[in-house]
């Protein structure tokens, strides 16, 4: 029973996590067509530091602790039909690499040094949607 609770955490993190990935680069968007050090600019510094630190930053801890849970105190993969399971962690930690990347790219918002265009951000946006997608097959899939 514990590892079905521990499961549904991890999902609820994962879904709470990909919630802020998916919405932090739009935030971006919006925030590279408005006049550094304007009202607007100000208010998305507020928006954009508020999801990483109080939305984003817990959620991928979660998902990372439940999931290492979820890998070592159930021994959840093991011998050669595992291979789905590395690859999925690879792509997670790819997410984590975006994470850390959108945090990069907040905090030259925050500064005022945003180096950007508003077409990057759109394209930037997309890159967690194809992680994820790729992630939920391997999972649910498993095709090897």
Known sequence: MMYLWIKAFHIIAVISWMAGLLYL???FVYHSECQQK???SETFKT?????LKAIMAPAMMVTWALGLTLLFGFDMVTGEDGYWFHAKLGLVILL???HIYLGKLAAEFAADNNQHNSKFYR???EVPTVLMIAIVILVIVRPF
């Open 123 to 125: 394209m930037i946006n």
């Open 25 to 27: 680069p739009r935030l």
């Open 47 to 51: 928006m954009e530091r508020r999801l």
């Open 96 to 98: 984590t690499l975006f």
């Open 38 to 40: 304007s009202e607007q």
